[in-house]
Every structure is written in structure tokens, then in C-alpha cells.
């Protein structure tokens, strides 16, 4: 009963298992041209479970390479992921990927508001 509730609870908070980061990190990782994956973030909505990666390629591929490659990755996660309904893949040049390089420290939350830029 304990781990029954335990898991709906998780579910109200969004709480997604850690083994379907670690898998989605697995699938991705055999996609041809993705260097490295520097966020995966996996939510529940409703019924239906999402996720959103950043990857990183190679900084010398052109805007359409690295869209075609964020398409395959897509396509492998929601054929290789049965219980996934959808993915967003957001695509970084190797050596600059992941959050911290798209903070923007004028805008966090605690951050005085001048708006002036």
C-alpha cells in the first residue's frame, strides 16, 4: 500500500523514475553525430510522459545538419521508447551545450528588473 501511494504521489509532483533518464540517455547516445548529452528532462502530463534532451555536435555542421540530426534523434526516441508521447530536442555545438550556457542572469527570478536591454 506504502509503495502504492508512494509512486501516485510522485506522479502529482511529476516524479518520473530515474531508470527512464537513464535509458533515454542510452537510446540517444546511439544516435550517429550526437557527441554528448548534457540535459535530459522527462515529465508527466496527464497519462502521458514527455521529454526534452540537449545535445551537443559537432560546432562545424550547418544549421540544417544539426536539425536533421535532432529529427533522427527524435524519431529514435519515440520508436525505441514505447511509453514516450513526445520529445523536443534542443540541439547545441559541442563544447558550449546544456543550460548554463543559455542562463541569462538579468532574467532570473531574483534578479532586479530594469528592462533595460
Not at 89 to 109: K, M, N, Q, T, W
Request: proline share 3%; charged share 25%; aromatic share 6%.
Amino acid at each position: 500500500m506504502w509503495d502504492a501511494g508512494k509512486s501516485v504521489f510522485s506522479r502529482m509532483l511529476d516524479g518520473v523514475d530515474p531508470d527512464i533518464v537513464d535509458e533515454i540517455r542510452q537510446i540517444v547516445s546511439q544516435v550517429k553525430d550526437v557527441k554528448d548529452i548534457t540535459e535530459v528532462r522527462v515529465r508527466w502530463l496527464g497519462h502521458r510522459l514527455y521529454a526534452e534532451v540537449n545535445i551537443a555536435v559537432d560546432s562545424g555542421l550547418s544549421v540544417k545538419e544539426g536539425h536533421e540530426i535532432a529529427v533522427n534523434v527524435r524519431h529514435t526516441m519515440l520508436h525505441g521508447l514505447d511509453y514516450l508521447s513526445n520529445a523536443v530536442v534542443h540541439v547545441d555545438p559541442l563544447g558550449a551545450s546544456g543550460e548554463i550556457f543559455h542562463r541569462l542572469p538579468e532574467h532570473e527570478l531574483n534578479a532586479p528588473h530594469d528592462n533595460s536591454h
